[in-house]
């Protein structure tokens, strides 16, 4: 029978796969060539008796010989024939593949017997573990399937010599035993037989990741991963347990875990690569070999370290990849410079510093004998500062040497690597005499003479003076008050300690010194003043349980005054506090608040007055926590004058009395001609009291309004330029008013005007104009600044806006800014730009000062020392005063906007008042006549 002619048999590509990943355990092929690689095969004949398969040689469309087992019994009925493979040994494999090429006759091309002609064919198995089962029967093959041809070859197709070939693949599995048969089963169609392919899946061996993954048969099921364990390649270790999945399709997927040339080998397609002599690899985690490091060798391969040459080394903790490096050599150009006993040494670093950045350097001290030129090691009483060895600043200081005593300092430049090489000690030398020595502390302190307010001390001199004493420095403090102290010196080795505060404990310390400079003090003495006391018993009333109580009356000392130190012409006495000294004049402001206990800060800055000093005649005004008197102060030694007297009225609570004399705590600390004087408080008896210079013409606001017009502008900015200057004092001390207004301004019997008001908790409770924020604060709105009313920024730049308004309440004679606008509507108009107009017949310059003052950006006002120099300018030259507001522009607008609105544009006074954000008070003004913008340009401050 012709099968058909040509042949693409040799064509690789039929395997979907590549071959790698295909093994082929059985291959019969009419092209010998295709199946080289696969083992012999041996077809069995057809089974005696069952069929009518006949091998026949054919040759292609080439004419080469193909080999093909054929039937083709189509004319007769019931045909069953079968063809049988000998037994195949599946491998191990649990699924195996058969691919079939055959041709097959159309059945319709046939001229007769198309009553019995097939187009199909069955394939089956039969599963065995040796070739035992060969004689089996037919009902105990298993089917894989029918086979049909997907094209059947014609008469025609014969005659063009076209080959039909079909290829069909069917897969069987899980296979369980070691071996099958396979058998075709004709049943009465014409096909020929080209080629049988059997084969397996596999993931082929392969190395990744330095791990070598072995040849894995792929699983029986079509979805099935199977998790291979890579075993690490010669010279490599492993750095995770390196893993991989093999597919159904024979494909690797998902490594994990690698492994790492081990050190001394390096990674080069996919192997591990021994390191050559000179170089090498330390870790498997280094990536490669490494050339040896400066100063060190290897000559051996596969070296994990480098040895180092001579002379150098290396620390423990030094990596493999540094550079051996050595000790460094000796520091250079050192220098002394001695101190009394004091010795300062500088040098250079060393030349050389051996290759490594962690030198440090040690000082050697020996004390040298000027007479033997012997020398030992100093003493554990010499101090290196900061410290004597591991230095790493090149310089030292040697404090507490002997005095008139040779040294020799060694300082030695020392490496990480300086150990291990004792014998190369690198050091520069200096020699060094001391001088004075000062002296040693002063050790025994008598107390003598003790009063109530002082204390008598003597003393010997200290066991080694080391020169002549020259004086004493005496310290000393009220005890647990070591802030405030009071240093006294003295030639002699007594003092008297005087201005004390009765039974009180004070601590004392002296110190001597000489040329050498001070010694050490001495440790603390404490000693006691005696009480100013008289004691005696009150007999027990006959009700009362209590057995007896002691009473004690302080009685207040006859003179008035402050208790005051008697100094002798030879001491010098000077006051400390927190570390300062305390001079007039170039102090900051200490806020009371920071003193734990707010009657220290009164006692700190206030002078204790003794009532008896105070004579109060009239009642001149009413403050937040009482009167305020009028009256007059006699001091001794001083002639009496005028004070005004702030009283603390009765029942008053302990935060009263800490507020009152909060006011006191701050005027205490200011000390300028146009703030107000405190002279003393009395807070021993009661009523307390604040004490300070009296005003004669009481607060500004009261007095300008009670003189209008009577003052000359000169006058006038004689007044700002006072309290402009008690401001620029409070703004350089770091104070910040708060409350600057009018009214808190005093102005004495000469016009001299004093800021005033200096309440602790300030304009929030002791101001009645200050008025609730939506914030919660209370403040007084027309004098503060829009930044301090929105947001508390109170700064003196806030204080400067005030003075501002000051400046107008002066320059209109005491008139309300913003006159009964209320609140609100005052916060709106100033947000908006509004300000206040010029006052009449006000100076240009001085209203222009005012407008400076209310800049929004508060950077941009003037600072109080600006503002001083600017009046200053302008009392002496007083010409600059006359070009006066321009009236109408002053009237035009009740407050000005800064960007100037021409008052023409409204045509009424409705719109004027609305464009202002006025238009409430449309009403008043028609009420009072000034229904036209003429009439309106005629309103005048009353
Ligand atoms: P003050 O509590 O400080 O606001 O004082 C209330 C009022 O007492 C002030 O408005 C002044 O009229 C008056 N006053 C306060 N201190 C003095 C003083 N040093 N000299 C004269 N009058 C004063």
Same mark, same amino acid.
């Given at each position: 029978?012709? %099968? ?253 875990? @690698?492994?790492?040339? @081990? ?128 230095? @790493? ?38 020699? %060094? ?41 005496? @310290? ?142 009239? %009642? ?61 408080? %009395? ?260």
């Amino acid at each position: 029978m012709l %099968v058909g002619v040509g042949s693409c048999l040799s064509d690789p590509l039929t395997f979907s796969q590549k071959k790698s990943q295909v093994k082929v355990i059985m291959c019969f092929l009419g092209d010998t060539g295709m199946c080289s690689s696969a083992p012999g095969l041996v077809w069995q004949g057809p089974l005696c008796g069952l069929g009518e398969w006949e091998e026949i040689g054919e040759v292609d469309e080439n004419y080469a010989p193909i080999h093909t087992y054929q039937v083709c019994k189509v004319m007769e009925q019931n045909q069953n024939n079968w063809l049988l493979t000998s037994w195949i040994s599946n491998e191990g494999a649990s699924r195996i593949f058969i691919e079939l090429k055959f041709t097959l006759r159309d059945c319709n091309s046939l001229p007769g017997g198309l009553g019995t002609c097939k187009e199909t064919f069955n394939m089956y198995y039969f599963e065995s573990d040796d070739e035992d089962g060969r004689n089996i029967k037919e009902n105990q093959y298993i089917k894989i399937d029918t086979i049909a041809a997907d094209e059947s070859f014609t008469e025609l197709d014969l005659g063009d010599r076209v080959m039909k070939l079909n290829t069909e693949v069917r897969d069987v599995g899980p296979l369980t035993k070691k071996g099958f048969y396979l058998a075709f089963q004709d049943v009465g169609a014409c096909i020929a037989l080209v080629s049988v392919r059997v084969y397996y899946k596999k993931c082929p061996s392969v190395i990744r990741n330095l791990a070598r993954f072995p040849d894995t048969i792929t699983g029986a099921d079509s979805s099935q991963l199977l998790e291979v364990s890579g075993v690490c390649i010669n010279h490599s270790v492993t750095e995770e347990a390196p893993k991989m999945h093999c597919s159904a399709e024979g494909e690797w997927l998902v490594p994990i875990g @690698k492994c790492l040339c @081990k050190a001394g080998y390096e990674e080069k397609n996919n192997t591990c690569q021994v390191c050559r002599p000179g170089f090498f690899k330390a870790s498997p985690h280094s990536p490669s070999c490494s050339k040896c490091p400066p100063h060190s060798y290897t000559l051996d391969e596969a070296s994990t370290s480098c040895l180092c040459e001579e002379h150098y080394f290396r620390k423990e903790s030094d990596p493999p990849t540094m550079a051996c490096t050595r000790p460094p050599s000796a520091p250079r150009s050192a220098i002394s410079n001695v101190n009394e006993t004091s010795v300062f040494l500088e040098w250079i670093p060393p030349a050389d510093t051996g290759g490594r950045k962690d030198v440090s350097y040690y000082i050697a001290c020996k004390k040298c004998s000027s007479h033997s030129g012997l020398c030992e090691a100093c003493g554990g009483h010499v101090r290196y500062l900061p410290q004597q060895t591991g230095l @790493k600043n090149t310089s030292v200081m040697m404090v507490d040497l002997l005095a008139h005593t040779n040294y020799t300092f060694e300082i030695e430049a020392v490496n990480g690597v300086s150990d291990q090489n004792p014998g190369a000690r690198q050091f520069v030398s200096v020699n %060094v005499t001391t001088n004075q020595a000062a002296p040693s502390p002063v050790s025994t302190v008598k107390k003598g003479k003790i009063t109530k307010n002082s204390i008598s001390l003597s003393w010997q001199e200290p066991d080694r003076p080391n020169g002549i004493i020259l004086e004493y420095e005496i @310290k000393y403090f009220e005890k647990d008050q070591e802030t405030s102290y009071t240093i006294i010196k003295s030639k002699e080795t007594a003092i008297t300690a005087d201005g004390l505060k009765p039974g009180s404990a004070y601590v004392f310390q002296i110190r001597a010194r000489t040329a050498a400079g001070y010694g050490g003090f001495s440790r603390r003495f404490e000693f006691e003043t005696s009480p100013v006391c008289k004691c005696f018993s009150l007999l027990p009333a006959p009700r009362q349980k209590y057995s007896s109580v002691v009473v004690c009356f302080f009685f207040f000392p006859r003179r008035c005054g402050y208790s005051k130190a008697k100094q002798d012409p030879e001491e010098e006495k000077m006051h400390f506090h927190n570390g300062h000294i305390k001079l007039p004049g170039v102090r900051t402001y200490v806020d009371p608040h920071t003193y734990e206990d707010p009657n220290q800060a009164v006692h700190e800055f206030a002078k204790e007055i003794e009532a008896s000093c105070i004579t109060i005649e009239r %009642v001149i005004g009413a403050g937040e926590f009482g009167e305020v008197c009028s009256g007059r102060l006699k001091l001794q030694g001083k002639r009496e004058f005028p004070v005004a007297i702030k009283t603390l009225k009765v029942g008053y609570t302990e935060k009263q009395r800490r507020d009152f004399l909060g006011e006191a705590s701050i005027m205490g600390q200011f000390d300028h001609p146009n703030i107000i004087h405190l002279e003393g408080v %009395v807070t021993k008896s009661k009523p307390v009291m604040i004490v300070t210079e009296y005003m004669e013409n009481g607060s500004l606001d009261t007095f300008l309004k009670k003189n209008d017009g009577q003052f000359t502008v000169i006058q006038l900015v004689g007044m700002l330029r006072g309290i402009a200057s008690g401001m620029k004092y409070l703004s350089d001390m770091g104070y910040v008013h708060r409350d600057l207004a009018a009214r808190n301004i005093l102005i004495n019997s000469n016009l001299v005007c004093k800021v005033s008001d200096f309440g602790l908790s300030r304009v929030l409770e002791d101001d009645p104009e200050a008025a609730y924020t939506t914030r919660g604060g209370k403040i007084p709105i027309r004098w503060t600044a829009p930044e301090a009313i929105a947001f508390r920024k109170f700064t003196s730049a806030s204080d400067v806006w005030s003075y501002g308004i000051v400046m107008w309440e002066v320059m209109s004679y005491g008139e309300r800014p913003y006159w009964e606008m209320t609140n609100q509507d005052v916060i709106k108009a100033v947000e908006e730009g509004y300000r206040l107009p010029s006052p009449m017949d006000c100076p240009a310059a001085l209203y222009q000062l005012m407008l400076d003052c209310w800049q929004k950006d508060r950077n941009s006002r003037p600072k109080f020392d600006e503002i001083v120099s600017m009046l200053d300018k302008l009392i002496r030259n007083p010409s600059s005063l006359k070009t006066l507001v321009n009236a109408s522009s002053r009237v035009s607008n009740l407050l000005v906007e800064h960007s100037p609105v021409g008052s023409g544009a409204y045509r009424s006074v409705g719109e004027w008042l609305e464009a202002i954000k006025m238009g409430r008070y449309t009403e008043i003004f028609m009420e009072n006549g000034y229904s036209s913008m003429d009439a309106v340009a005629q309103v005048t401050l009353e």
